[in-house]
């Protein structure tokens, strides 16, 4: 399988602060760009990669150290728990959909290509897009477009989804399209796809409720200055990984010591995310949103 370059490579890799002879984890192999960078500087240390896509173990790399987690990163804990490795001295994970899995017409992700409705992540799990887009209910559409898409007339799309599936089951990228167009505004088409596409994935593969288990997983995890690097592509993701490194809960609620510290089990590294530079995002579309952030256990 061909995937595309990592994005935000040198930047993450120099973020985690790599011991040789430590353990760490990719928790998001996809092509394995990351991973190779780790194993470059790990010496005689182990990691644990994780992808919950089986496509991606087409791509793993031929080396003792690593351990390849056909899995979902929202069960960390178990996992490492099992491969003897914890705890660990750096955790990377860049989110969200991979270029692969975007160019496969089959796979229901990219408003590029018609296909069926599907946008697993995992391809064993049984319920895909389409079920959700005819099954859900009006006002349930509606939350999730609204939650994960931030579509502002989300019960207009919801309204119109119900009444075309009257008609006939919705069940390829390009009929969902016809539906999300009659909704959007002029000019605003691609961008309004995308938002229905997003919400409909997050609500699929559970990204945010996997993500929260992740971070709270990682971070018991870490050793005490061991790091944690995440890059994201949306601003739900940022802003669920900036409240948490910030203050250790992801309303963002800061608490405070009798001394006037924050309480929380990491301290931030990057103040402000650090975005990919302008070359990089001309040699690859998919890093124009990303967004990465560092934190250290404390």
């Known amino acids: 399988m061909i995937y595309h370059k990592s ?12 011991r040789p002879g430590g353990i760490f984890v990719d928790a998001t192999y996809g092509g394995g ?3 190779k960078a ?7 240390g182990k990691l644990v990669a994780f992808d919950q896509d089986e496509e991606a173990l087409a791509n793993r790399i031929d080396d003792p150290r690593l351990v390849m987690v056909n899995s979902n990163f929202r069960f960390l804990r178990n996992f490492l728990k099992l491969h003897h490795a914890t705890p660990v ?11 692969h899995q975007i160019d496969q017409p089959d796979r229901g992700f990219s408003t ?6 599907d946008m697993r992540m995992d391809q064993k799990k049984k319920q895909t897009a389409k079920d959700i887009v005819n099954q859900y209910s009006e006002e349930d559409l509606r939350t999730l477009f609204f939650s994960y898409g931030e579509i502002r007339n989300a019960r207009k799309l919801a309204s119109r989804i119900v009444e075309e599936r009257k008609l006939q089951p919705i069940g390829t990228t390009t009929a969902l399209k016809v539906i999300a167009n009659s909704c959007a505004e002029r000019g605003k088409e691609f961008k309004y796809q995308a938002q229905v596409f997003q919400a409909l994935r997050i609500e699929l593969n559970q990204e945010m409720d ?3 288990d992740f971070l709270k997983q990682a971070t018991h ?8 690097v995440i890059i994201s592509y949306h601003s739900l993701e940022d802003k669920l990984v900036k409240n948490y490194f910030r203050s250790g809960n992801f ?3 800061v608490e405070k010591d009798f001394y006037g510290n924050v309480i929380s089990p990491l301290k931030v590294i990057t103040r402000k995310a650090i975005v990919p530079n302008a070359q990089e995002v001309v040699e690859n579309s998919r890093a124009r949103s990303a967004k990465m952030r560092v934190a250290e256990k404390i």
Request: no cysteine; glycine share 16%.
């Open 7 to 18: 994005v935000l490579l040198n930047e993450s890799i120099k973020a985690l602060a790599i």
């Open 33 to 35: 760009g990351h991973a």
């Open 38 to 44: 780790i194993l470059g500087q790990l010496g005689d």
């Open 89 to 99: 001295d750096g955790i990377l994970a860049d989110l969200g959909i991979s270029s």
């Open 112 to 117: 590029r290509f018609d296909g069926a409705l």
């Open 210 to 212: 996997a993500l929260r």
């Open 221 to 228: 995890a870490l050793k005490p200055g061991a790091r944690m």
């Open 251 to 253: 309303a963002g609620s």
